[in-house]
């Protein structure tokens, strides 16, 4: 199904990329007679759109391109310019090619549920009635029925050389549409330090809050019952009695501080992740929330450890979000996996007009996305709904 969305996906981005070859060939045409000079600005405008909004459709499906700088727009600097070229070429291949594709990933289950569906029809079809691809006419129920092996042949060929009709189809923008070796990378190197500057940040917030926990709670229990047991000891044989009281008071003061440790250890990494994995983790998340919550979890492989502890607690501070701000009476949590791609949506029915601001804990949310070089996205107008997007890579 994956294949086939991506193939259907292609197909749409193939139909418009014929229409932007068609508009800067009648723009190549009209610049003979001066016109199309004032058409090639606004065709490469949308050919560079175009290019990047395939970027992005592969990205979901887990292929990564790096994007090179803003291309031009200018004609004369367009000419010379190889991202421009470049991205030309894709579109004359993907216009046909990944046309092509498209149009076999969109028809071929089409036609396996007519012919599936054959026998049904055949009886109050008309005479004339032929199988989806032309394949002759049934003329008695065993041709009918034989219609029905050609669908389970469709199937066949769609679960087989489906993914690698995908792959091919993506192809031609992997070579094409990512920067090449005369591209200034300047731009990816700087995301990847601030990605490396938010990683490091968010790592000493984690160790303050750690520090911060164990000093003002833990520790404090602890040299508590430490002064408890010292004053039982020096009670023991002059007041037996009060020193049975300090003994239980340092007992519960050493519960307290044992609790306050596994709470803290939980929030370094939570035992549940590795014990039942992150679907396990995130509905025991959505059971705990006060907004009622409801999980669809599709994971077809583990992802990395450090990658599932960010995922979950991005949904803990997500529900809490919700709980807290937004007066939802439903919150929904969807995880699924796209290629090499850990995809996290959150969505609430509640009043809208979330922001990073406002110690909402968006920022941290964020900082701990961009540590995996991942991306969010947040969508809150007001009056709702919110719907808060995640996408982190599976492996780092």
Not at 9 to 31: D, I, K, Q, R, Y
Not at 234 to 263: F, I, K, N, S, Y
């Amino acid at each position: 199904m994956t294949a086939l969305g991506q193939l259907a996906g292609g197909l749409g981005t193939a139909l418009l990329a014929l229409v932007v070859l068609g508009w800067l060939a009648l723009s190549a045409v009209a610049c003979l007679v001066g016109v199309g000079l004032l058409m090639v600005p606004a065709a490469l405008r949308v050919l560079h759109a175009l290019a990047a909004r395939e970027r992005d459709r592969l990205a979901r499906h887990g292929f990564e391109i790096v994007a090179p700088d803003p291309p031009p727009v200018r004609l004369r600097s367009a000419v010379v310019d190889p991202t421009t070229r470049r991205e030309v070429g894709w579109l004359a291949v993907h216009a046909t090619y990944g046309l092509a594709l498209g149009l076999l990933g969109v028809l071929l289950p089409i036609a396996a549920v007519r012919d599936m569906a054959f026998p049904l029809l055949w009886p109050v079809a008309p005479d004339a009635t032929s199988t989806s691809l032309g394949f002759g006419t049934a003329h008695s129920w065993p041709q009918a029925a034989a219609v029905s092996l050609l669908g389970l042949g469709w199937i066949a060929v769609l679960l087989g050389f489906g993914p690698g009709m995908a792959r091919l189809q993506a192809r031609p923008a992997l070579r094409l549409l990512a920067a090449g070796p005369h591209a200034d990378l300047s731009l990816r190197i700087a995301e990847l330090t601030a990605t490396r500057a938010a990683a490091l940040d968010a790592h000493a917030t984690e160790l303050r809050r750690i520090e911060r926990s164990l000093h003002d709670g833990t520790q404090n229990r602890i040299v508590t019952v430490t002064l408890l047991l010292g004053a039982a000891r020096r009670m023991v044989t002059r007041d037996p009695a009060g020193a049975e009281e300090l003994l239980e008071r340092a007992q519960t003061a050493a519960e307290l501080a044992l609790a306050e440790l596994r709470v803290i250890a939980r929030g370094i990494l939570p035992p549940v992740l590795s014990e039942r994995g992150l679907a396990g983790a995130l509905s025991g998340l959505a059971v705990q929330s006060a907004v009622p919550c409801r999980i669809d979890v599709d994971l077809a492989q583990r992802c990395a450890a450090s990658v599932e502890a960010t995922a979950y607690f991005v949904v803990a501070e997500a529900l809490s979000n919700v709980a807290k701000h937004s007066a939802a009476t439903q919150a929904t949590v969807t995880v699924c996996v796209r290629g090499s791609r850990l995809l996290l949506r959150i969505e609430d029915n509640g009043r809208g007009g979330a922001g990073e601001a406002g110690g909402s804990g968006l920022t941290g949310i964020r900082r701990r996305v961009a540590a995996h070089d991942g991306s969010l996205r947040l969508t809150s107008p007001d009056g709702g709904p919110t719907v808060l997007e995640v996408d982190l890579p599976c492996g780092s």
